[in-house]
Every structure is written in structure tokens, then in C-alpha cells.
């Protein structure tokens, strides 16, 4: 392969592993990120085919977990997930009626 292939490879999964990473803080399927982007990195390194086999255990592992777990708890969880976004979103709709836009984002639109 070229090194130009190469580098597009590397960026691409870099990018998506690192959405994969974010997404397990946030909202969103980090495991499956972090393979898809494992799965991209593989085609051109070693060293990323190996991490990949690990992802694919820990995914097999959590839909595992995901289907033994009590329907009433991941329903809690979900509503827990549900409010913590309103109450999120609650927080910034205040912020913005109190203390009105922020100045520096307006500011930016005058350039």
C-alpha cells in the first residue's frame, strides 16, 4: 500500500476511534465506535488488529450484560438518562433567560 492510502486509513480510524472514545462519555454506542475504528486502523496495523480482538470481546460482553439485565432496571436507567438530558437542557434554557445570550457567541457573528 501507499503511504498516502496509509495515511488516510490512519486519520479515518483515528477520527472514529477517538468518537468511539468521546461517545463513552456522552450519549451515543462508544464500544461500537471504538471497533469501527479499531476495524479501519486493522487494515494497516498490527497492532490494531490485536486491540480489535479485544474490542469484539468486550462488545460480545456488554450485549451479553445488556440482555441479562433486569427490564426494571434498564428502564431506571433510561429514565435516569431521560431526566439528566432535561434537567441539562432545563439548565441552559435558564441560563440563557437570565443572563440573555452570551455576548462572545454573538460577537462572533459580527465578524
Not at 479515518?12 to 462508544?30: E, R, S
Not at 486493522?42 to 490494531?48: C, F, I, K
Amino acid at each position: 500500500m501507499s503511504a498516502t492510502t496509509k495515511l488516510v486509513v490512519t486519520l479515518v480510524g483515528t477520527t472514529v476511534l477517538t468518537a468511539g472514545l468521546i461517545m463513552m462519555v456522552t450519549p451515543g454506542p462508544g464500544l461500537v465506535g471504538i471497533a469501527a475504528g479499531l476495524a479501519i486502523l486493522a487494515t494497516e496495523w498490527d497492532w490494531a488488529d490485536r486491540w480489535l480482538a479485544r474490542a469484539r470481546r468486550k462488545l460480545r460482553e456488554a450485549a451479553a450484560a445488556a440482555e441479562a439485565m433486569d427490564p426494571r432496571v434498564r428502564r431506571r436507567r433510561i429514565l435516569l438518562a431521560i431526566g439528566v438530558a432535561v434537567l441539562l437542557l432545563a439548565l441552559v434554557a435558564l441560563y440563557v433567560a437570565i443572563a440573555d445570550w452570551p455576548d462572545w457567541s454573538i460577537s462572533l457573528w459580527d465578524r
